[in-house]
Nanobody, 124 residues
């Protein structure tokens, strides 16, 4: 079992930055791919970014490329999402997820464990 706890959300003005963190429990974190998804009000959950087990491979949705960066610290069992140049359309609840395969993926069906989410609100 893996438990995921997100933190770092909040209110920020457009153009600002936030760093989300996701702390994991369990012994196998370093062998899992990790991902970030988001869900805006009235919309379906959307893939944001993913990172492979060793951090060598990353994937991003086109709308965040060049603005967001995913990283991980396996010793700390934590994955991060650095968000810069935030836009009002980035407003959503952001979820961390763990994929027990090793490889980065944008498909939510690959993810086995999910956190409770952290709210990001970007004001214009």
């Amino acid at each position: 079992q893996v438990q995921l706890v997100e933190s770092g959300g909040g209110l920020v003005q457009a153009g600002g930055s936030l760093r989300l963190s996701c702390a994991a429990s369990g012994r196998s974190f370093s062998s899992y791919a990790m991902g970030w998804f988001r869900q805006a009000p009235g919309k379906e959950r959307e893939f944001v970014a993913s990172i492979s087990w060793n951090g060598d491979n990353t994937l991003y949705v086109d709308s965040v490329k060049g603005r967001f960066s995913i990283s991980r610290d396996n010793a700390e069992k934590t994955v991060y999402l650095q968000m810069s140049s935030l836009k009002p359309e980035d407003t959503a609840v952001y979820y961390c997820a763990a994929d027990t395969s090793r490889w980065a993926s944008g498909w939510h069906g690959n993810y086995d464990y999910w956190g409770q989410g952290t709210q990001v609100l970007v004001s214009s």
